[in-house]
Every structure is written in C-alpha cells, then in structure tokens.
C-alpha cells in the first residue's frame, strides 16, 4: 500500500504528550493511515491494485507494557534458544553464548527494569538524558525495549543466526509468542511480572547452558529443563503462527550453537561465509 496521507488520533494524544521530548525531526505521528493498494498476495481477497483504503487504528492490543512484563519474564528461555556465539578471541568460551558477558561492560544490559506506564518510561529517559547519562531514548539498551520511534517491543536478547531460515523460525516464533502473551492478558491469566533479579539468574544459567541446561521456576524456584520450558512456550505461541512452529522446535533438539561449536573457532569463519553468500 502507498500511504497517501496520515492522521492524528485523541485516543493516544497522552502517548505523544510525554514521549514528545524523545522525538526527532522526520518522525511521523498518526496512525490512521490513507492510501492506495500497489499489489496483493495471493491469499489477500476483496482488495485489489488501485483499491482506496484506511487502515484503522484498532491493530494492537494496547497492552504495550502487559506484553514487555510477559515477555521480559521469557528472556531467558528466548535467549538459550537463539544462543550462537560460543566463541570469543579464537578460543572457545565454554559459553553458549559470551556476547552479553561482553556487553555487560556497558551500562543498561540484561533483564530490563519493569516498565509500568508510558509516563514512567518518559521519566526515567528524561532522568538519564538530563544529566548526560545517555543521548536519548537509543540508549536504553536493555534486552527488551519499547521503541518509541517505531511504537513496537524490541528484543535485543537473540544472538544473530547463522541462517535465514533459523532468523525466521525465531522472528515468527516471538511475534507468536507475543500475541499468546496479549491473549493471556486480555483472559486475566497472565501472571504478575517476577523480580528482574530471579530473570536475570536465569538469564545466566541460559548463556551458559542454552537449551541444554535447567531453569528455576521463578515462583517456586523448582529447576526444570530448558527443553521442557521452550517447548511449553512454541505450544503456546503455535496458535498465532501460520504454518506452524515445527521449525522452532527442530531448533529447540537440535540448537544451533551445537553446529558452530562443532566447526570451531577456525572453521566456522569460512562456513559462515559460504552460508551468507550461498
């Protein structure tokens, strides 16, 4: 669709009120979006090329930081999923993955603050910004993010994967996997958000284990396995994913840091060249 033109709506004028300091110039507000279709896909009925449109502002959940709570409490299963970076200097770590040990030595990583309201997030930015701390909202660089130019959730947990295939399989994994989370809250059984510091051991146990370790239960703090765990979360996430997740869980008994780690430190530079250029 070509967009034509682009509204400002009341209903979230409360939103740009106190994220108005964060913005730059180019950004465009609105979302109650005018314009013309350019071409449909195949499973796209009763639109056509030339077809006028608007596209109406009731997409969302609304429940912005119900799902950032949610998903903030799965960093760590997320996270053992998508471990690739074993290595480091040559050598091999014994890590799943040793980025975030290394992005530890900047601040604002790991398991994010809770985030209960857009004027708390406002607050805390202008608190970091006025004093120096950081540039702007950018910098806040935590695993999980509100993005306020783009107005969505940034995950910043997953390592980067080797294949496109493997990128995809976890990009449909999460988004799923959030809208599984958005239905539990509309339903009143999405549970209050733990302690980040009970997140953050598990985050631990997930860099170093990946899927092959153990997690704790993070009311109880009863251990179960990370596989058990992962495969929990797909069943849960499958019903908002077209085509099913069956790609997820081949990566959940076959994780892919156990084939880098079997080329080597050495090995795995050429390989992965071959991959990206086919």
Known sequence: MKVTSNGICGSDLHLYEVMGPFLDTGD?????????V????????????????????QIACGSCFMCVQGLQTQLPELAALAAAAPFAAGRDTGLCSVRPVIASQLPRQGVPPIISSWEQYADDLAWAVRG????????????????????????????VQ?????????????HALGAGLADLHHCGDLQPPAPA????????????????????????????????????????????????????????????????????PYRVVPWLAEVFTG
Do not use: C, K
């Open 28 to 36: 465009v507000l609105g979302h109650e979006v005018i314009g013309v």
């Open 38 to 57: 350019q071409e449909t896909g195949a499973e796209v009925g009763g639109l056509q090329a030339g077809d006028r449109v608007v596209v109406p502002f």
């Open 132 to 159: 120096g701390a950081m540039a702007d909202a950018s910098e806040w660089w935590w695993e999980l993010r509100p993005h306020v130019r783009y107005g969505t959730l940034e995950l910043r947990v997953l390592d």
């Open 162 to 174: 080797a294949t496109v295939d493997q990128t995809s399989a976890i990009a449909r994994f999460v």
């Open 197 to 264: 510091w009970r997140i953050a051991e598990n985050r631990w146990s997930a860099l170093r284990d990946g899927v092959g370790g153990e997690l704790l239960d993070l009311r109880t703090g009863d251990a179960s396995p990370t596989r058990s765990r992962l495969h929990d979360l797909v069943d849960l996430a499958e019903p908002n994913a077209r085509g099913g997740l069956d790609d997820v869980r081949a990566m959940v008994e076959h994780p892919p840091v156990d084939e880098l780690r079997a080329l080597g």
